[in-house]
């Protein structure tokens, strides 16, 4: 029964010497570490090119939600200034003094 082509391959590693075997299996994981590095390049290519679609596109919703949290700024100061206002109104209608802030009866 053939065993393909790992039988020829075990018999030479066999052959080799233990610091032969030692340097061979360095040299593997450095090119094995090489292709891992190229290959994680290479499919994190649109996270840091700052001209992909990825990038245009998060640029372009980072424009919107700044824009969206100026707009919701103005609206919460323009609620305060309302309720401000509201508290002298009712402070000048009610005789209160802005003290203790409880009603007097």
């Known amino acids: 029964m053939p065993l393909g082509i ?5 018999g030479w590693w066999a052959r080799q ?12 994981v ?5 292709v891992h ?3 994680a390049k290479q499919l994190l ?6 001209n992909s679609a990825y990038n245009r596109h998060r640029r372009h919703m980072d424009k919107i939600l700044k ?4 707009e919701h700024d ?4 323009r ?19 802005g003290g203790s802030g409880q009603s007097r009866k």
């Open 45 to 50: 290519r649109p996270f840091t090119d700052p």
């Open 79 to 97: 609620l305060d200034e309302m309720d401000r206002e509201h508290d002298r109104r009712n402070a000048r209608n009610n005789g209160d003094d």
């Open 30 to 34: 450095l090119y094995l570490s090489y």
């Open 6 to 10: 790992a039988a020829p391959v075990r």
């Open 74 to 77: 103005e609206v919460l100061k």
């Open 17 to 28: 010497s233990a610091p032969r075997r030692a340097k061979f299996k360095i040299v593997a």
């Open 37 to 39: 590095y190229l290959a």
């Open 67 to 70: 824009l969206r949290r100026q």
